[in-house]
Structures are given as structure tokens and as C-alpha cells.
């Protein structure tokens, strides 16, 4: 394989295996957001509801996005594997 082909691989599988970490770490801080979130309105029920309600169409715009984020992560652990099988094979 030619030097130049497999440092580009290197390099583009560092670059994956970093966008992951970071995705990953914006996951869990998402989530820990909606846990305290969820405890917060536990205690003010009416205010949560109404607040989820005036809210609906941002929060379905985060859905879709978590819904994309959850997707990109699949792709990217394919470009991941493929990676992994062409600096092996060469």
C-alpha cells in the first residue's frame, strides 16, 4: 500500500475514533441534563407540563437531531470496521 493512502487512513481513523469520544461525552451530558430536568419537575408537576407543551416544537426538533446524532454513530462505527479491515488487508 502506498505510504501516503495508509497515513490518510491513520489520520482519518483518528479523526473517527475522536468524533466518537466527543459524541459520546455530548450523549451522556445530554442525558445527565434531562435526568436533573425530569427531578427538577417532579416537584412542580403543572409547571412541566405546561412548559413541555409551549416547548413541543423545539423538542421535537431535539428528537430529530437525536434521532440524526444516533445515526451518524452507526455510520461512523462502520467507517470505523472498514478502516480497521483495509490498513490489515494492506
Not at 1 to 7: G, H, S
Not at 13 to 29: A, H, I, K, M
Not at 69 to 86: C, F, G, K, T, V
Request: with cysteine; glycine share 2%.
Amino acid at each position: 500500500m502506498n505510504y501516503l493512502i495508509k497515513k490518510r487512513l491513520k489520520d482519518r481513523l483518528q479523526y473517527c475514533l475522536d468524533w466518537r469520544r466527543d459524541t459520546e461525552l455530548y450523549l451522556v451530558s445530554v442525558d445527565l441534563t434531562d435526568t436533573v430536568n425530569n427531578k427538577y419537575y417532579e416537584k412542580r408537576p403543572l409547571l412541566g407540563f405546561l412548559l413541555r407543551i409551549f416547548n413541543l416544537p423545539i423538542n421535537t426538533y431535539y428528537f430529530f437531531k437525536f434521532l440524526r446524532i444516533r445515526r451518524d454513530l452507526e455510520q461512523n462505527a462502520i467507517e470505523i470496521d472498514y478502516i480497521h479491515s483495509q490498513l490489515k488487508n494492506k
